[in-house]
């Protein structure tokens, strides 16, 4: 796979409801030192998904993924992350509760 189709995606699940969450805000950030710059994001789908996050090719560094969640207590959510191999594509979900947040590595 070469660098131009590996990207970092999402996928948020409502687990109160037990369905995805639909038209929730991510943005995606490269932190570079003490600054971090956007490079991509977009609004989760009927089914929950961002496919393709990432605006250009997947570079190695840290990333940042905030999310909007904007319920009865937590409002956003950022998860800080490391890429390496850029070979690979990146997944971060997201499962949301009123009151719990929690994302993994995924695939």
């Given at each position: 796979?070469?660098?131009?189709?590996?990207?970092?995606?999402t996928h948020v699940l409502d687990v109160e409801r037990g369905l995805p969450a639909a038209g929730v805000a991510v943005a995606l950030y490269v932190v570079?030192?003490?600054?971090?710059?956007?490079?991509?994001?977009g609004t989760t789908d009927e089914d929950g998904r961002i496919r393709r996050l990432l605006?250009?090719?997947?570079?190695?560094?840290?990333y940042?993924?905030?999310?909007?969640?904007?319920?009865?207590?937590?409002?956003?959510?950022?998860?800080?992350f490391q890429v390496d191999d850029t070979g690979r594509s990146?997944?971060?979900?997201l499962i949301m509760?009123?009151?719990?947040?929690?994302?993994?590595?995924g695939s």
């Open positions: 796979m070469s660098d131009q189709q590996t990207t970092i995606s570079n030192g003490a600054g971090e710059t956007l490079v991509g994001g605006e250009g090719p997947l570079q190695p560094g840290s940042r993924l905030e999310f909007a969640v904007d319920g009865p207590f937590f409002r956003h959510l950022a998860v800080g990146y997944h971060v979900p509760a009123p009151f719990s947040l929690a994302t993994y590595r």
